[in-house]
Each structure stands twice: as structure tokens, then as C-alpha cells.
């Protein structure tokens, strides 16, 4: 009789310690599900890896992390990201980006005339309002609709991941703007299921970004500030989570605030100096281009420099060098009051929850336009708190939805699954 518990106890031991050299010794499973970041202006796909419990967002073939959502249609074929760009200048109309703007949405006339006016490549609406992209290559016209843009984004970063793993992939979490409503939030599923892909749950793009930084595994209630700024829009959550269970109780923003404004008052800067320093007008547009790029390095480089030097040829202007030296307080003074707007919508969503700066516990920074140190201040000596920063800002959304693909996929180190509760809060818009 012992014998045979000794038996029965000896087995389970051994059960155990094969569980634990397993995990230990062999080689992690790989992902089974993956997470992609379906973005405005860039897409991302990432990965969670069980053992290890980290994030790799994957490298494109170019050794890009992320792909620009703009996908062109050309006589030799359909083309993604970086080389849509690439051959844009050329084929402005069948290079389609912005979709996500356009997907699952019903526009007015009155809308899509506004909205025609932006772009290049034809804008055409069904009875319904629905909005398709006309494109016409090899000599025919035909309609592209918003979830065709997203499905090749899509299948190009499924593709990637599929070498990267050696493996099919078939399972995928992705995420959206916590405003979408249901139709929205339905022609995204479509855009992955075109790309053969089972598209196993839609997250929130702030509920992702705080995952990134695993707030889901908060027990005790926590109310946590996203802060979204990006190239052209401002986007403010403010969550509440207690056991992986995640409410929006407010959201805030302004569609007409983000990175190309900063750049603006920079440019505007710049021409004037240009034109008070020789007396003549910048208008060449390749000479204006250039600038531009110049303006959108020096931003960049002013997020780790005190000091940046603007230099480049005016081909217009007798090939003078321009050189200007701007520091990162003169940018700053600049964007004064554009910075200080980015307090509005956070405002907006502590009165609508009655809560005070204090009762935030943690913050969460998403967007390039966040990596810009005077805004990290602001929002700091606002709140009386450091927000989170150490995940890059244009990945945090990715990171996320990687950490809860990893978690459907049943990858260990298990955590809590996070599910997020049908929130109806509407966003409010700021100016
Ligand atoms: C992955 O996790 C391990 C152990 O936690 C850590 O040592 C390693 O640096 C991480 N790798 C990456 C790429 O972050
Ligand atoms: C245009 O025709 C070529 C040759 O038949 C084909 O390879 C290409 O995919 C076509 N382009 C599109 C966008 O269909
Ligand atoms: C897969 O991607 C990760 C992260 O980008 C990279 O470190 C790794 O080398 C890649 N593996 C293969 C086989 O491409
Ligand atoms: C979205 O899809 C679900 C499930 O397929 C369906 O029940 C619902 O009616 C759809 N909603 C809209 C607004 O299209
Ligand atoms: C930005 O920094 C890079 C790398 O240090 C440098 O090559 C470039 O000239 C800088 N550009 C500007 C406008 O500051």
C-alpha cells in the first residue's frame, strides 16, 4: 500500500520536474498569436514570447520596425509601405493612404468634399455614404474600399512575421481608436479576415498602451491618464482597471493639434529669417521641401540636443547656404501655445470624472509627438507625477497588443487575460 503512494508520488514528481526542464531547457513555443497596430499614418505587428514574457516588434525586410499604411497600385503590381512611398511623387493618385480615416464610416457630400480636398487620389461614396478610393491602372478604373487598403498593410506585416517565425500565422489581436463605434470596429475585422487571417478580438488602442506597460496586472483600482499625440491629432483616455478589467470613463481630443503644427511654427520661422536675411521670399517648391525635411530633423533632434543647426542650399536663391542656428528653447517658445492646448482635453477629462490631478496613479505617454521634452514636463507639473516613458511612444500600441495576443494564445508566463467593459462614453472635441 505505501508502495504504491510512493509509486503515485514518485510519478507526479517526476511529471513536475519534466514541466520543469521543459520550460526551462527547451526551446519556447513559438507565438501563436500576434498583435498588429493598424495605424493612421504607420502599422506594426509584435509578438509575445512565452518564457522570456518580452515584446519583439518585428523588423520589415528593410530593417524598418514599422511599415507606412500606404499601399500603391502600379503597372507592375501592387506596392506596401516604404516602397509606396518611394514612387508616391509619381503616382499620386493611385497611392492611397489615410484609410483608416475612411474605414467603416459613413461620410455626408458635404464631408467627403472637405475630405476630397486633401488628397490627391479620388474619393467616391456609395448611396449609403460608405467611401471607396478610384484608382485607375493599366488602363482601368477600379474601386479600392478603405478595408482592401488595410488587408494588404496587413497581409505585407503577416508576411514578414510569417518569415521571421517560419510558421503560418493565423490568429491575430488588433487594435483601435477607443472612439470607433461598432460599424468601425467591424470593417477592421474584415480587413484582417481578407487577409485570411482569424482576427480574435479588437483592443482599444489606450486599454493597449497601458498593457504595454502592464497595467493590466494592477489588482487594487487604478486610474490611469493616456496621452496620445501624434503627427495631426490629440487623443486623451483616462481608464480605470482593477483586476484586468478595464473601463474607459472619459475620452478628450483634438483633431487639429500633433507634430505638423510644431513643424509649421518652425517653418514659418525659418522663411522669415530666410526673407528678412536677403530680401526676397522662399517660393521654389523643391526649396521649400527641403526645408521642410531640414524642419521635421530638427524637431527630432532638439528631443536630445539643447542646440540644433539648420543648414541647407537655396537653389532658388543663387545656391546661397542658408545655416541658422535654433535651441530648444527658441522651438519651445514657438510652440508655446500649441503645448499648452495639449492641457485642455487632459482638463476636459478630469472634470468630466471628477477627479483631481492627484487621483491619477499612472500616465501613459503614446505618440512621436510625446517624445518632445517640454510636453513630458507639462503634463508632469500638471499632474504632479513622471508619466511612463520608457517604451518608445509610436510602439507602445503595438507592445500591447502584443502582450494580449500572448496571453490568447495561452503563452506562459499566464497573466490575467485584460477585458476591456462596453464603455458608451462619447469623445469630447477640444480646440
Ligand atoms: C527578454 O527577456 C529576458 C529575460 O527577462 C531579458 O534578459 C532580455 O534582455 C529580453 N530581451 C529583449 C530583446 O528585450
Ligand atoms: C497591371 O498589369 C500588369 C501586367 O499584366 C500586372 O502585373 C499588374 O499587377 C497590373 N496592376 C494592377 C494594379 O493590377
Ligand atoms: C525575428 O525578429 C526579431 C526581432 O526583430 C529578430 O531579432 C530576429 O533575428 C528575427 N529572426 C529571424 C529568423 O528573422
Ligand atoms: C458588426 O458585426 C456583428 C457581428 O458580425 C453584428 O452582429 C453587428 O450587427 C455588426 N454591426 C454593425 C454596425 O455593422
Ligand atoms: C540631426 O542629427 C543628425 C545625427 O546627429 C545629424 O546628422 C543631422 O545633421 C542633424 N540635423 C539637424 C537639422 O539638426
Redesign the pocket.
Known amino acids: 500500500m505505501s508502495s504504491s503512494f510512493i509509486i503515485i508520488g514518485t510519478s507526479i514528481l517526476a511529471l513536475l520536474l519534466a514541466g520543469y526542464f521543459a520550460q526551462k531547457y527547451l526551446p519556447p513555443p513559438p507565438p501563436k498569436v500576434v498583435g498588429i497596430d493598424l495605424g493612421t499614418t504607420y502599422s506594426c505587428i509584435g509578438m509575445y514570447h512565452a518564457v522570456s514574457g518580452n515584446v519583439t516588434i518585428l523588423e520589415t525586410q528593410d530593417g524598418h520596425k514599422c511599415i507606412p499604411s500606404v499601399v500603391a497600385?502600379?503597372?507592375?503590381?501592387?506596392l506596401v509601405g516604404y516602397k509606396a512611398v518611394a514612387q508616391a511623387e509619381h503616382n499620386p493618385f493611385n497611392t492611397l493612404y489615410d484609410a483608416k480615416r475612411f474605414i467603416g464610416k459613413k461620410f455626408t457630400d458635404e464631408e467627403l468634399k472637405e475630405a476630397q480636398k486633401q488628397y490627391a487620389f479620388k474619393l467616391q461614396a456609395d448611396p449609403l455614404g460608405m467611401v471607396t478610393f478610384l484608382i485607375e491602372?493599366?488602363g482601368t478604373q477600379n474601386a479600392v474600399a478603405p478595408e482592401e487598403v488595410g488587408y494588404y498593410i496587413i497581409s505585407e506585416l503577416a508576411r514578414a512575421a510569417e518569415r521571421n517565425l517560419s510558421a503560418r500565422v493565423k490568429r491575430v489581436v488588433m487594435s483601435v481608436p477607443a472612439e470607433f463605434d461598432d460599424m468601425q470596429r467591424n470593417y477592421t475585422i474584415k480587413s484582417g479576415s481578407l487577409a485570411d487571417l482569424d482576427v480574435l478580438r479588437l483592443i482599444n488602442e489606450p486599454t493597449a498602451a497601458a498593457m504595454a506597460y502592464g497595467l493590466h496586472k494592477k489588482t487594487s483600482p487604478h486610474n490611469i491618464l493616456v496621452v496620445d499625440l501624434g503627427g495631426g491629432t490629440l487623443d486623451v483616455s483616462l481608464l480605470n482597471v482593477q483586476g484586468g478589467m478595464f473601463l474607459t470613463q472619459a475620452m478628450a481630443g483634438n483633431n487639429h493639434l500633433g507634430g505638423q503644427d510644431f513643424n509649421q511654427r518652425l517653418m514659418n520661422h525659418l522663411l522669415g529669417v530666410i526673407s528678412s536675411r536677403y530680401g526676397l521670399s522662399l517660393k521654389d517648391k523643391e526649396d521649400i521641401q527641403g526645408l521642410r525635411l531640414k524642419v521635421e530633423e530638427a524637431k527630432l533632434n532638439l528631443t536630445s540636443q539643447q542646440e540644433v543647426l539648420i543648414s541647407l542650399t537655396l537653389h532658388s536663391l543663387d545656391n546661397v547656404v542658408f545655416s541658422e542656428k535654433i535651441s530648444r528653447t527658441q522651438f519651445e517658445k514657438l510652440n508655446a501655445d500649441l503645448f499648452e492646448k495639449v492641457l485642455i482635453p487632459i482638463n476636459r477629462v478630469l472634470e468630466s470624472t471628477e477627479l483631481l490631478p492627484e487621483d491619477v496613479d499612472e500616465i501613459v505617454l503614446v505618440g512621436g509627438s510625446t517624445r518632445i521634452p517640454k510636453v513630458i514636463e507639462m503634463v508632469s507639473e500638471h499632474m504632479g507625477k513622471r508619466p511612463n516613458t520608457h517604451i518608445d511612444p509610436e510602439l507602445a500600441v503595438v507592445t500591447g497588443v502584443s502582450v494580449q495576443a500572448g496571453i490568447l494564445g495561452g503563452m506562459w508566463p499566464l497573466t490575467v487575460s485584460a477585458v476591456e467593459l462596453p464603455s458608451r462614453v462619447k469623445k469630447m472635441r477640444v480646440h
Not at 497600385?73 to 501592387?78: C, K, M
Open positions: 497600385f502600379t503597372e507592375d503590381g501592387v491602372v493599366n
